[in-house]
């Protein structure tokens, strides 16, 4: 481990049950292809990549008294992440999330039964307050209630907090509490959601990331796909281009995203390679069938920026 401190991770942890079809995907039809399930929730994945990239993890979560709760929970102590604040719902399934890839590995739609994270409410939050503080870093998923986002916002004062907004429709949550982060990493579509400009030029787009810092956000990270990254803080701004790869898999390249971003802050990384980390991070993830990469880690995210093409 490259540190001493666990980093704490608040989100969701989700059975994933993904389908991807052997050829074109067909629509309003049945496609020949492949089901798997596996476990994510952006919390959950974001706290294994961190584990993986050699930095102690906490994560917060809730799971149901069921099956697949129990796999949540197995599966983070294997892989080191501990789970001692997390909650077991006696009321609710385990969240569990649906998706279906296209030929190119493209989400094309999703459906999402998540209602066991309304559960994460500030009065579940409030006694473990002083736990969380001892983190250096803390990454919340916008997965959470908004109400618990703002309680979080406003409780928590010693650690740096780090939100990934999950989603364009979620990203929204974010706009009361942007005083508040340390990191924010957002895609062009939540960027937009967040600051009300349309990121067609790379003009807008450094635009945006300069009106989010004035908004309090001290470093901010704006995912472009194929264009790359985009970074700004109060001293720098750039773009970094993405890596070339064949796409197998886009849905944990976010995910991996932030978890590098954890990685570089706790390593004190510059901006420029701790971009280029995150980048090669999320590159791996896009090349791997699973969400979570199986090769997935400090080494081999080097090696990938040491040989990009």
Known sequence: MISDYVVTVIGGANVDIQGKPQSQL???????????????????????????????????????????????????????IDIQLSATSSEYRTSTYLYVL????????????????????????????????????????????????EYLAENLQATRLILD???????????SVLGKLYAIKLNRSEAEVLTGLTLDSPQKIAEAGQLLIANGVARVFITLGA?????????????????????????????????????????????????????GASTIALSDEQTIASDLSVDSVKTILSNPH
């Open 165 to 175: 907004p999950v989603s364009v429709s979620k990203a929204i949550r974010a706009k």
């Open 227 to 279: 264009e790359g990254v985009y970074y700004q803080d109060e001293e720098h701004g750039f773009f970094r281009q993405a890596i070339k790869s064949k796409v197998v898999n886009a849905t944990g390249a976010g995910d991996s995203f932030t978890a590098a971003m954890v990685y570089g802050f706790v390593g004190q990384l510059s901006p420029q390679d701790l971009v280029d980390f995150c980048i």
């Open 26 to 80: 067909l629509l309003a039809d049945s496609s020949p292809g492949v089901i798997q399930s596996s476990l994510g929730g952006v919390g959950r994945n974001i706290a294994e990549c961190i584990s993986r990239l050699q930095v102690k993890a906490r994560l917060i979560t809730v799971v149901g008294d069921d099956k697949e709760g129990s796999l949540v929970k197995d599966n983070a102590l294997s892989n080191h």
């Open 102 to 149: 296209d030929e190119h590995g493209e989400m094309v739609v999703a459906i999402s039964d998540m209602a066991i994270t309304e559960t994460l409410t500030p009065a579940f939050f409030k006694p473990l307050i002083p736990q969380i503080e001892q983190s250096p870093y803390t990454v919340i998923d916008a997965n959470l209630p908004s109400q618990s986002i």
